[in-house]
């Protein structure tokens, strides 16, 4: 069996094994799968409202796989995208209130911009101290996650706002808002954020196979001493890929800056997308059309799922159970690996 | 023998899924058996539902308390839980909210309620979209004809919970543990400090916020500290946050049970969350708590509604005159209890009848205190 195809086909079984594992689960505590899955998917398909919530969630899952995969390329673990996210989103906020007599097209460029270049700025961060230094990276992005959340708690409080708990909204020339997409999708939030996100992924596969930068990046990622061997500048490269995989992340920030809220608000917590995007590159296999993929199942598992107990009484505790279950089975997809090399073995016999 | 081995792998992750599922699910059996079946006409029911923030409708606070409400609403009209008679969504993130309000209105509620004030961005603009729906909102105000708004007076609460502090405390030094720095626990701090000064002018009053409302270990930390500094009673607004402070009370009164260590408790009656037993007997470190009764107010608006009387584009302000706010009762094993009680009515009664108007943020604490 080709490898691609292998590869291919692990996610696929992966999610398939994590739908049945739910469904047993549901039927032992008593609910009916059917039913569940019925509702998970008129949660998410249903209805054309549902279908433009479904794609608002999938962009920044986009943008945050990818930015945990071009890291993942690299051989760097960004666990930081939820704290490059978080300044993300308040920079393109804070562009986006900042000015008012600003025509669209400078002004929502700029925030954009400024979304992807403070998220990049927390990537370099964790990039050059582990290329002089060698701290683990891992480490300094989830310190640095808490410093995000922080100090773009206080500088809502403090700087932009006197004392309140979020921002003004942004100024309707910042905004990804589309009257167009939302009387077509009854008033979802569907924005226009999704062709910027199909954009990275394009540029992602791009930059990373055809470009002499991209075959450094990835070499890096293989082996290190090799490339170092080779004449390339590891350090450089460490530094550059996590600057890009914080570009991204910021720009996933600006998706929900200016798409789905248009304000940012003091937080309690982590949103989550930064984490969910970790799971969304390993499903999707480091690769952009992967994570595209990825992205959209769980755009479709997430959505979908609030309608579950609603429809069937299924608790979304269970949805969880399931979301995780397959992240487990994609984790664990060595298992999975072992059998199909087992099964195609035994078919040579 | 390695298939074997995968076998008991997979049979142990489903059972383990299986086990947390039940969990989960335990409590929702249970809610959807009872009304069922006496609610005559379903078609003309007033029917509502509600939508929780991220601490989910099992937070042992504000959310659950708005959940009682409405069943209590479902209860006196013969509802069941349902889409033809009351029901909730729990949101998972703030983005959730617009989603699960835009179900809602699909489903045909009659009323939808937002609970606590991170709603209303969303519940501003689905009301503006969806302008046949009739929605409420908790804890903020939204200034459109087809939203209701609640709003409480937790100053009033707090001043009350402060009182007991004041009285209740032997180093003199207390403790306010708050979530965020948000108006309305502004509002809770205000009037906490505002009563601890009206009974004992020399307490000292710690004041520190954890930033989050779903922090337990934070909360433990902070009360840790105020603890270890002398402080014998803090007073949480905090949410999940508060029930790190109960652990550590329960905690060292575990170690010292001759030790003075007091927790107030907020929104409900969280009485059962401080008990400790040493050598057989039961002890509670929890004094009382101030009460935020989401719930009656919940079930109040409905019933309003559900009469034709909905109160669109009006606040309404729940306060201790019309049982929207209130103290639970003192813990016995306080030794002036009868002391303390008999202050705490005298207070009320000062605020129902207006002697006395309890600060609700920093600036009115200022001319409360000059006075």
């Known amino acids: 069996m080709s490898s691609r195809f292998t590869n291919i086909l692990i996610p696929v079984i992966a999610v398939f094994l994590g739908v049945l594992a739910g469904t047993i689960i549901m039927l032992v505590s008593g609910y009916n799968p059917i039913a569940g899955y019925s509702a998970l998917w008129n949660g998410a398909f249903g209805d054309i409202y549902y279908i433009g919530e479904v794609v608002r969630q999938f962009t920044p899952y986009i943008l945050a796989g990818l930015a945990v995969a071009f890291a993942f390329r690299t051989g760097l673990f960004n666990i930081g995208v939820e704290g490059q996210l978080i300044v993300g989103w308040l920079a393109a906020v804070w562009v986006g209130v900042s000015f008012e007599e600003l025509p669209k097209i400078i002004h929502l460029p700029l925030a954009v911009l400024a979304a992807a270049a403070a998220g990049a700025l927390w990537g370099f961060i964790p990039g050059f101290l582990k290329a002089k230094f060698r701290v683990h990276e891992v480490i300094v992005t989830i310190m640095l996650n808490y410093v995000a959340l922080h100090v773009t708690n206080s500088i809502i409080r403090n700087v932009i706002t006197d004392g309140k708990e979020r921002t003004p909204n942004v100024a309707e020339s910042a905004s990804l808002r589309s009257p167009f997409f939302e009387s077509i999708t009854d008033y979802s939030r569907l924005h226009w954020g999704i062709l910027i996100a199909l954009a990275c992924a394009i540029i992602m596969w791009f930059l990373l196979e055809k470009t002499t930068r991209g075959f450094e990046l990835r070499a890096v990622g293989y082996n290190q001493h090799a490339s170092h061997y080779a004449g390339m500048n590891v350090n450089t490269n460490i530094i550059l890929s996590m600057v890009i995989s914080g570009a991204f992340a910021g720009l996933a920030g600006a998706m929900e800056a200016l798409g789905t809220f248009g304000f940012a608000s003091i937080k309690g917590g982590f949103t989550g997308v930064g984490f969910d995007g970790i799971a969304v590159a390993l499903l999707g296999g480091n690769t952009a059309i992967g994570v595209v993929l990825a992205a959209l199942l769980f755009g479709g598992l997430k959505i979908g799922a609030l309608n579950m107990p609603l429809e069937s009484g299924v608790p979304n505790e269970l949805v969880d159970i399931i979301i995780a279950l397959i992240i487990f089975f994609v984790a664990s997809s060595y298992i999975i690996r072992w059998f199909i090399e087992r099964i195609s073995k035994k078919g040579v016999k | ?371």
Not at chain 2, 136 to 160: G, P
Not at chain 2, 232 to 245: R, W
């Open chain 2, 1 to 371: 023998m390695k298939k074997r081995k995968f076998g008991l792998a997979m049979s142990l992750v489903l059972a383990a899924g299986t086990i947390l599922g039940a969990c989960g699910g335990g409590g929702n059996e249970e809610e959807q058996g009872g009304t069922a079946g006496e609610g005559g006409n379903k078609e003309d029911a007033f029917t509502v539902a509600m939508v929780t923030d991220v601490g989910g409708v099992d937070d042992k606070s504000f959310n659950q308390s708005a959940w009682e409400g409405l069943k209590a609403y479902g209860e006196e009209k013969g509802l069941s839980k349902g889409k033809d008679g009351f029901d909730y969504m729990q949101s998972q993130s703030d983005a959730d909210y617009a989603t699960n309000l835009n179900t809602l209105t699909r489903q045909d509620f009659d009323l939808i309620f937002g609970i606590g004030y991170l709603m209303e961005p969303a519940i501003g603009e689905i009301a503006g979209q969806q302008t046949d729906q009739n929605f409420a909102i908790v804890d903020a105000v939204v200034e459109q004809d087809n939203v209701a708004s609640i709003m409480f007076k937790e100053q009033e609460a707090a001043f009350l919970a402060g009182v007991t502090a004041g009285l209740a405390t032997e180093t003199n030094k207390i403790g306010f543990l708050g979530g965020m720095a948000i108006p309305v626990i502004e509002r809770f701090e205000a009037g906490f400090r505002a009563g601890v000064e009206s009974v004992n002018p020399d307490a000292d009053v710690q004041i520190q916020y954890a930033e989050a409302f779903d922090k337990a270990e934070a909360g433990k930390a902070i009360a840790s500290k105020m603890y270890s500094s002398g402080v014998d009673v803090i007073f949480h607004a905090a949410g999940g946050t508060g029930n790190g402070l109960f652990t550590e009370a329960r905690d060292l009164k575990k170690k010292d049970p001759e030790r003075k260590v007091w927790a107030i408790g907020v929104d409900s009656d969280q009485t059962a969350e401080g008990v400790v037993t040493i050598d057989g007997t039961d002890h509670n470190v929890i004094i009382t708590s101030a009460l935020k009764r989401v719930d009656n107010a919940v079930k109040d608006l409905s019933l309003q509604a559900a009469d034709g009387n909905f109160p669109g584009g009006e606040v309404t302000t729940y306060g201790l005159t019309e049982d929207g706010v209130g103290l639970a009762p003192i813990n016995e094993e306080l030794e002036n209890k009868a002391e303390i009680e008999a202050k705490v009515e005298e207070y009320k009664e000062k605020i129902k009848n207006g002697e006395i108007t309890v600060p609700g943020s920093y600036a009115e604490l200022k001319t409360f205190s000059a006075q």
